[in-house]
């Protein structure tokens, strides 16, 4: 199950490129970061630390998208909230399918388009518990609107 | 007072991107892997190469 925290304390948000460019080991490069690197980035990983792009040719782990970063984050490393902000809308697939598995917590504080998936997630602070696009969306409008200026 | 500008930035391997951008403050957002952070990279690039071809 995924806990989404829509907001966090500055100190608690983290720079997805950068924790994952100083934080990734190998063993973090397993077939679930395979999958995300094909899917998201239409890229192969070809061995450690090195990816085919069709686009940019060679490139290293560390010039992937910030999308595959934080999909990679959230499977390889439970201790961190990993910042879902820096997945577009087509990261939702992997990240609905991840949260079937897997325990994690994301901090998301925009609305992703989650469409007709199916997921298990779990808002932090009403410890709301959302299965589908339609709950998570009024969990979301729900601390948008509580929001004081 | 013109308000937008039309920018296109292209690198040998021909990766191209055409943008325009808005007053004081453009948002550029959309799916992973589009491009975003590559395009601000190239623009940095470029901006630091004009600016490096200008000074000396």
Same mark, same amino acid.
């Given at each position: ?149 | ?22 007053? $004081? ?5 959309? #799916? ?5 952070? /590559?395009?601000? $990279? ?5 901006? #630091? ?5 200008? /000074?000396?």
């Amino acid at each position: 199950m995924v806990t989404v925290y829509f907001d966090l304390p500055d100190e608690e948000i983290i720079s997805t490129s950068k924790y994952f460019n100083n934080s990734y080991t190998e063993e973090w490069l397993d077939d679930w970061a395979k999958k995300v690197i094909r899917t998201i980035d239409r890229s192969e990983l070809i061995s450690e630390g090195l990816v085919e792009s069709p686009v940019l040719g060679p490139i290293t782990i560390r010039e992937i998208s910030g999308g595959a970063k934080a999909l990679i984050t959230m499977n390889s490393d439970p201790d961190v909230i990993s910042n879902a902000n820096s997945c577009g809308d087509n990261c939702a697939v992997l990240l609905a399918e991840l949260s079937l598995r897997k325990d994690f917590r994301i901090y998301l504080s925009y609305p992703m388009k989650f469409g007709e998936l199916k997921f298990d997630m779990k808002i932090a602070g009403t410890e709301a518990i959302c299965h589908c696009a339609e709950e998570f969306e009024r969990e979301y409008l729900r601390w948008r609107h509580s929001m004081t200026f | 007072m013109e308000t937008q500008h039309d920018i296109l930035v292209q690198n040998k391997r021909k990766i191209q991107f055409k943008f325009s951008i808005y007053r $004081k403050f453009t948002v550029i957002r959309g #799916d992973s892997a589009t491009g975003k952070t /590559t395009n601000a $990279k190239e623009n940095a690039h470029e901006l #630091d190469h004009n600016l490096h071809r200008k /000074t000396f």
